[in-house]
C-alpha cells in the first residue's frame, strides 16, 4: 500500500513542478515526451530494491493517466500529424 501512496505522490509533484516551470498548456501540448522521460527517468532514480523500482514504474503509470485525464478534462489534445 506504501508503494502505491509514494507513486501516486511523485507523480503528482513531478506534474506540479513540470507545471509550474513551463506551464500546464506546454506539459500538456508535450505528454509523450513526458511520459517516455518520467518512465524512463524515474524507475533509474529508484534503482537498487524491488519496491523503488515498483514505484518508479508506478508512477510512469500515474503520471500518464493524470496527465491523460487532466488533457481531456482542458480540451488540449494533441494533434495527430501522418
Known sequence: MEVLILSFITALSYIVVLSKIFGL??????????DVLFTVGVPL?????????ATG??????????????????????????
Open 25 to 34: 498548456g506546454f506539459v500538456l501540448r508535450t505528454q509523450v515526451f513526458w
Open 45 to 53: 532514480l529508484f534503482t537498487g530494491t524491488y519496491s523503488g523500482m
Open 57 to 82: 514504474v508506478l508512477s510512469g503509470l500515474i503520471f500518464s493517466g493524470i496527465i491523460s485525464f487532466i488533457s481531456l478534462l482542458s480540451g488540449c489534445n494533441r494533434k495527430v500529424q501522418l
